[in-house]
């Protein structure tokens, strides 16, 4: 909880492995990271596959406070490389 600024700020970093990890630990915080939606949210538009299914992964992990990534999340269903993440995430989040 106490490491959400930290990863905020690694999520605007350059490195698409550096996005993909800060996610992944914004993801194991899981409601309390619900500040961290708005970039999650836009990291699922990124061209790497594993920034994007971290970000997923995470939003899901962050529960109801992710609705507002719902409509990005569908898109991603028709993406083979993260539809199954991208559907566990809307599971999570309680929006199918």
């Known amino acids: 909880q106490g490491d959400l600024p930290a990863l905020l700020k690694l999520l605007k970093d350059g490195s698409s492995t550096t996005r993909t990890a800060a996610a992944t630990a914004a993801g194991r915080l899981g409601p309390f990271a619900k500040d961290a939606v708005p970039q999650l949210t836009r990291q699922l538009d990124e061209g790497d596959g594993g920034a ?28 083979a490389s993260v539809k199954a993440t991208a559907e566990k995430a809307l599971e999570q989040i309680g929006a199918k």
Request: proline letters at 7%.
């Open 52 to 79: 994007r299914a971290a970000a997923a992964e995470a939003l899901g992990r962050i529960g109801p406070a992710s609705l507002p990534a719902v409509a990005k999340l569908k898109e991603l269903r028709a993406d």
